[in-house]
């Protein structure tokens, strides 16, 4: 948590929530973000119900007002490419079509299971930011990478392949989610202090090339977030965020994560639900 710095939550629902539960879903997350008005909340449900999930979000809102805020929709992933033929694929355009203002690149289920690599993650970023969508762009060592003491040296390799994309941001914003891959969906979460000294280590690269990037850009932590871990992760001073998967397909236990993070923004005025 950074002071003036409004943090981001973010549900990667993944391969979930594809029809009516996802719009069910996406009601409960508008209400989450209602009682949060300091923190961002965003959602990525699958590709199917971008588009209707959009609509109820902005639906369900109806006239901004005092207190009001807005549930940001995500994609998962995106093509580079604008448009063609590319059989099973959807353009950052397709995106900001279907309602979406942000989108998830180089997820580590996508680099480890899809073979996405640095050179396409990096692609994809620009092309994000050329569709006025903001990147979420994913980074993390494996349990391997981890134990063979080479953390700093992948994640900074990572960071690296989309730093020239990350600097042509403008106006766009701009996150990175360390999401550790030993983390992802095992239950283990990277302790406060783990997550931070990656956090800051990321935040101090970025800082040798661009201080106004690396001060305006959310470092989220992902990686097994539910509500039991959710304060002291996101007290530690380098961390923005969070990018949840598993808790956030649970309306209660995401709006729990939202409750944390407005707590630390506001801890005087911000009540339990
Ligand atoms: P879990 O929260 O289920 O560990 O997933 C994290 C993740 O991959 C978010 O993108």
């Known amino acids: 948590m950074r002071a003036g710095v409004r943090q981001l939550i973010a549900g990667n629902w993944k391969m979930n929530h594809g ?132 953390t700093h040296e992948v994640v900074k390799r990572q960071v690296d392949a989309v730093l020239p994309a990350l600097l042509s941001h403008g106006k766009t914003a701009v996150a990175i989610a360390y999401e550790p891959v030993w983390a992802i969906g095992t239950g283990k979460n990277a302790g406060p202090d783990e997550a931070e000294e990656i956090h800051a280590a990321i935040r101090d690269w970025l800082a040798v090339k661009s201080p106004e990037l690396a001060a305006q850009i959310r470092i989220l932590y992902g990686g097994s977030v539910k509500p039991s871990n959710a304060a002291e992760l996101l007290a530690a001073p380098n961390v923005d965020g969070a990018l949840i998967g598993g808790a956030s397909l649970d309306a209660a236990s995401f709006g729990e994560i939202a409750r944390i993070s407005a707590e630390l923004a506001s801890p005087r005025t911000t009540r339990p639900s």
């Open 19 to 150: 029809g009516t539960s996802g719009l069910e879903l996406a009601e409960k997350c508008v209400a989450i973000a209602r009682r949060a008005p300091a923190v961002d909340i965003v959602i990525a449900p699958p590709f199917t119900v971008l588009a209707a999930v959009a609509h109820e979000c902005s639906a369900e809102l109806g006239e901004p007002g005092p207190g009001a805020n807005a549930v940001a929709i995500a994609g998962q992933n995106l093509h580079p490419g604008d448009s063609g033929a590319f059989t099973g694929e959807i353009s950052g355009q397709m995106l900001r079509d279907a309602g979406c203002t942000w989108v998830i690149v180089g997820h580590s289920e996508r680099r480890q299971l899809f073979g996405e690599t640095d050179a396409q993650v990096a692609e994809k970023t620009r092309a994000a930011l050329k569709a006025e969508l903001a990147p979420i762009v994913c980074v993390g060592e494996t349990l391997a990478e981890r134990e063979s003491g080479k």
